[in-house]
């Protein structure tokens, strides 16, 4: 009974055009009241499409004129490109190596050897993380022209062949902008939860309790319903998140003690008054100030390409096993062997800093193992390629190498007087935007007990 209706209203539709139409439209019909159908075990429907299909067969549709239809049909399976057998894209995966990605692609290990030469002063392919991304270039003998390595949206890096037996590397940065949240929860349980349960991740987590680790025993003295207040900071290159954020300031309300914790514009934090909340930064690595061999020079030419080589640190001479001291507080979060910059060191600090040392003879920590100032944690070596014994040492702000020699550390001294009014008037602004927000969220969570 149905299929004769249909084709009585279909006796009636003029052209071929419309026909087509109809059909698509009934077979969406069905195909959504399907699931439904299928539940009844009723299966009348899927012979009805059948019918309709071979009546409408493969020799009329060709027959048609090109309509919208057909165009975007069409499009639909045209867009993708043909692959280009000289590009090769590997997401990278846990405990994938550079050397294991190119044999993959036939790529000898002295090929891995010379992009290691090319990245020693960056270090980026020593530790691949999963997420990025390589992107292979290869000739027509399937040898590496050029790779980029895809860490984020904000930060490429671009290896080229510029000699049979040489790579150059350049480093392809956006900074993006700054978008700022403000956070605000209130403590039920642990903090670690309550924070988590406002949005906090756990590197902010670990950095508010660094900051306040002096001054409060989060584990203790936190009581429950403790007002807090974040502003997080978070970055973005055009729509993409980069994955990176840093926390501007923050507000813990206490029952007898209020903490807070401001960044001022020189990336360091004190508290509502101005007082330092760092710990000091020691200038050198080591006991004793030595003399400098190799300074840190960003466009250093290197002796024999001519090219721009960057020396992305500070070299020491010194004895084979000379005691190498943490200058601050922090965690390791590399003890790697690289067969040009040796065994080396880094270490994350507190906030915004990072730490390497390279050309070790041995290493007295262990990776995820946290440090103190002052702590030893290697003896100076030549290991790698290294002209003679010497300590290679960096100091990167905001994962950048600067010059530890000359660079912003903390001091753990107040707001300098020249910048206390500005960084007074930052507090206020802020600590009005962050009362308001709690209040806010105090209006909403209220709202919903009503509404429940
Ligand atoms: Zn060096």
Redesign the pocket.
Known sequence: MPIRHIRQLRDRVPTMHQRLMLLCLLSISVLMVWPQQKQQQNLGVVPLVLGLGLQHGPAQLQQFPVTEITEWLYSKTQTTPPEDPYVKVYNIESGDSLSRIFARYGLNYQTVQQVMAADESLLALDVLRPGNRLTLQLDDDGQLQSMELYVHAGKKVLYKREAPDEFSYQELLDEGIWQNTILVGEVFGSFYASAQRAGLNDADIYNINQLFKDRINFARDIQAGAQFQVLRSENYVGEESTGQSRIEGIRILNRRQTLSAFMHDDGQYYDANGDSLERAFSRYPLNNQVRVS?HFNPRRLHPITKRVSP?N?T?FPLPVGTPVIAPADGVVTRIENHPFAGKYIEIQHFGNYKTRY?HLSRFMVQRGQRVTRGQRIALSGNTGRSTGPHL?YELHVNNRPVNPMSAHIPLARPVPAESKAAFAARVKQLTAQMEQQTLLAKQQSGEQEVAD
């Open positions: 190799s020396h640190g070299d390279l290679h």
